[in-house]
């Protein structure tokens, strides 16, 4: 069994779907070269895909295909330039507000990666009031949601049934790699076990800012929990 496990992880989570590797336009990266030492490492850990996602929150991070889209080719170039064999993409990780109604609302076209995945985070503190309708909204324009690093969310500690609604309604759900370690808080990570346990986990995500966090998800790619990982069905791999 151990030897299987050994054998299926060099070649497991090859994709990660969750990080801030544009620079200078979120809370992510602020230098081309912070960009491509974490994008070296993750290389060298295995990572063969990265599809970032930066910001988009109309107060914080007014992001759009140009800001994103022309910081990605910046960074492609730079890749090719050192022969980095890691492919990027880049999508976005979508702020629930009023804005994303109203954008789903007239159908603006939005970043997408995959089968139309659509990556969304809420507030950490209220459950935003617009929450169903959201939802409604993204599978009513053909999107398929994935509701991002949900162990951290607040007003989810006291309701983590409520994820087991979202899965009945198709709502994918993904966890940040540092949850699982303890990175951000027991409280998260706690969580975050739980969702294991219950396999209500679609994705693993490194949601990468900076040094630390890329820290954090190689640490985990090291752990026993890691290996747990590897006999759920997650969907990273399948966008290769
Ligand atoms: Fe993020």
Redesign the pocket.
Known sequence: MLSFLKKKSKSFLQVDI?S?LIPAIDDGVKTLESSIDIIKQLSEAGIKKIIT?P?IAKEFYPNDQTTILGGLEKVKKKIEELGLRVELEAAA?YYMDQHLLNKLRNNEPLLTFGNKYLLF?TAFLNKPPFFDEVIFEMFSNGYQPIF?HPERYEYLADQPEFLFELKKRNVLLQVNAGSLIGYYSPRIKKMAKWMMKNELIDFLGS?IHHERHLSAFLKYRQSKDYQKLQTLRLLNDELL
Request: glycine share 0%; aromatic share 0%; proline share 0%.
């Open positions: 969750h801030h996602t910001h990780e985070e991002a949601d």
